[in-house]
């Protein structure tokens, strides 16, 4: 028989432009759900961790570099890069207002205080795609967790930013020698070559291993110039 612990609570549910957007609380956890969709929570972080460090040693060591990191979620990135003095300017651009609200005056709070509170950080609400195509700011890396992988996307509109167009855009946010840093769920072979399709070099995959099933992995791609 299942107990209160074994069912989530809804802390917060929101219509917004792209669907619905969930918090939940399971246990000790807090869960974001996107249109019915697990987009993560926070009993880990690991990955997201490795997403940020990777970008960063994959760079040429240029001193204070700047990052954009595409997907706020629970936080995990940004309270990572914000902890490192290494990194200079830190922008996320998060494109549901929920998600920003939750950190800023909600449950996850407690994990991105110091973060959102940082002189580096700058959050940026609006969408990944459009903010590529638009912006004049570029940056040395670009660390990109909005979807569960180019596979395996959470709104049918993102997979265009997997695509050699989309890729193109990316590139064209990043510095000479920027790095874009991508996780997934899952490897994906296919996207490798898109990469190198779109002009990226050194191109890798890195994995992270998961308690079950297949590991976690970082795509990595080095921008032209």
């Given at each position: 028989?299942?107990?209160?612990?074994?069912?989530p609570?809804?802390?917060?549910?929101?219509?917004?432009?792209?669907?619905?957007?969930v918090?939940r609380?399971?246990g000790?956890?807090?869960q974001?759900?996107?249109?019915?969709?697990?987009l993560?929570d926070t009993?880990?972080?690991?990955?997201?961790?490795?997403l940020?460090?990777?970008?960063r040693?994959a760079?040429d060591?240029?001193?204070?570099?700047?990052?954009?990191?595409?997907?706020?979620?629970?936080?995990?990135s940004l309270?990572?890069?914000?902890?490192?003095?290494?990194?200079?300017?830190?922008?996320?651009?998060?494109?549901?207002r929920?998600?920003?609200?939750?950190?800023?005056?909600?449950?996850?709070?407690?994990?991105?205080?110091?973060?959102?509170s940082?002189?580096r950080?700058?959050?940026?609400e609006?969408?990944?795609?459009?903010?590529?195509?638009?912006?004049?700011?570029?940056?040395?890396a670009?660390?990109?967790?909005?979807?569960?992988?180019?596979?395996?996307?959470?709104t049918?509109g993102n997979?265009?930013?997997y695509?050699?167009?989309?890729?193109?855009s990316?590139?064209?946010?990043?510095s000479?020698?920027?790095?874009?840093?991508?996780?997934?769920?899952?490897?994906?072979p296919?996207?490798?070559?898109?990469l190198r399709?779109?002009?990226?070099?050194?191109?890798?995959?890195?994995e992270?291993p998961?308690?079950?099933?297949?590991?976690?992995?970082?795509h990595?791609?080095?921008g032209?110039?």
């Amino acid at each position: 028989m299942a107990t209160s612990y074994d069912i989530p609570e809804v802390l917060d549910r929101r219509e917004g432009p792209y669907g619905e957007v969930v918090l939940r609380r399971h246990g000790e956890l807090l869960q974001i759900i996107a249109n019915g969709c697990f987009l993560m929570d926070t009993s880990d972080g690991r990955s997201e961790r490795l997403l940020v460090d990777a970008a960063r040693d994959a760079l040429d060591g240029r001193p204070a570099p700047s990052v954009l990191i595409a997907g706020l979620g629970v936080g995990f990135s940004l309270a990572h890069a914000a902890a490192d003095p290494r990194w200079g300017r830190i922008s996320v651009v998060e494109r549901e207002r929920a998600i920003i609200d939750w950190h800023r005056t909600g449950p996850l709070s407690d994990l991105t205080e110091q973060a959102f509170s940082d002189p580096r950080t700058q959050i940026v609400e609006t969408d990944l795609i459009e903010y590529v195509n638009e912006t004049s700011a570029t940056f040395d890396a670009l660390c990109l967790d909005i979807d569960n992988g180019p596979d395996w996307t959470v709104t049918e509109g993102n997979d265009s930013l997997y695509s050699t167009a989309g890729l193109a855009s990316c590139a064209r946010v990043l510095s000479p020698g920027g790095v874009l840093a991508v996780w997934s769920a899952q490897p994906s072979p296919e996207f490798e070559e898109t990469l190198r399709n779109a002009g990226f070099n050194q191109v890798r995959t890195e994995e992270i291993p998961v308690a079950r099933g297949v590991p976690d992995v970082v795509h990595l791609a080095v921008g032209p110039g």
